[in-house]
């Protein structure tokens, strides 16, 4: 069954902690990327990666860090330096194909609260 | 700069009614433009396209250029229509046309979502 599995579905976390998601996505995909939804402010872009063991920051990277050590996989640290952490996290991917236009493959999401 | 606007935040209708979850987005090139949905405990997933200019679920959306609108419409709303809708603009990033032209180096730029909530 192809697609993107994000892991865990729910986490807890202590402050001061650092903690890893997961993402995984076993379509092939050359470009992934990492989103945080929060109610009323939409999806707003993390990291993304084009291709393996390159990344870029996106639009609210500080405080996070990300992997891209093969295809398949793309995780995301949210380190103790994010200083609001609780969130909905979204992981995305899509294929880089000429022409191609940009509809994004998400995974159901980890839901991250820190205590 | 490059905006995408859903100006509401909740639209409540009900069971048969008209539906049109409004759009609106400022971008000076030629805008690629996508509808997302997400159902209650389901993942974000692509709706429309407006370059495909199909009609999924009932659902249908016109580019006007001259608006710089990309609304979202169905004529009779279903309760299982029930969902948090996005808007969302695609554009490059790179100047290389090559990247570009490849699909490579392209943003979504996305709007805040609305909920569309269809009761019985």
């Known amino acids: 069954d192809g697609g993107i599995t994000q892991s865990p579905k729910y986490l807890f976390r202590k402050e001061g902690q650092n903690v890893t998601l997961s993402c995984e996505q076993n379509?092939?995909?050359?470009?992934m990327y990492w989103y945080r939804q929060d109610p009323g402010q939409g999806l707003r872009l993390i990291y993304y990666?084009?291709?393996?063991?390159?990344?870029q920051k996106g639009d609210i990277a500080e405080g996070y860090s990300v992997s891209r050590e093969k295809k398949e996989s793309f995780p995301l640290t949210v380190t103790s330096a994010q200083k609001n952490p609780t969130a909905f996290y979204l992981c995305?991917?899509?294929?880089?194909?000429?022409?191609?236009?940009?509809?994004?493959?998400f995974g159901e999401g980890s839901r991250l609260t820190v205590l | 700069a490059q905006r995408v606007t859903q100006p509401e935040k909740l639209l409540s209708v009900f069971k048969g009614a008209p539906v049109e979850l409004k759009c609106n987005y400022s971008?000076?090139?030629?805008?690629?433009l996508f509808w997302y949905v997400q159902y209650s405990r389901q993942r974000l997933q692509l709706l429309l396209r407006h370059i495909s200019r199909e009609s999924i679920k009932g659902f249908t959306a016109d580019l006007n250029k001259g608006e710089t609108s990309f609304h979202l419409k169905k004529p009779f709303a279903q309760e299982e229509d029930s969902a948090m809708y996005y808007c969302a603009l695609s554009r490059p990033v790179g100047a290389l046309l090559r990247q570009i032209n490849a699909g490579n180096n392209r943003k979504l730029i996305w709007g805040l979502g609305t909920s569309l909530a269809v009761n019985p």
């Open positions: 379509l092939n995909h050359d470009a």
């Open positions: 995305a991917s899509r294929p880089t194909l000429r022409g191609y236009t940009g509809e994004l493959f």
């Open positions: 971008y000076s090139g030629s805008p690629e």
């Open positions: 990666s084009q291709i393996v063991n390159d990344f």
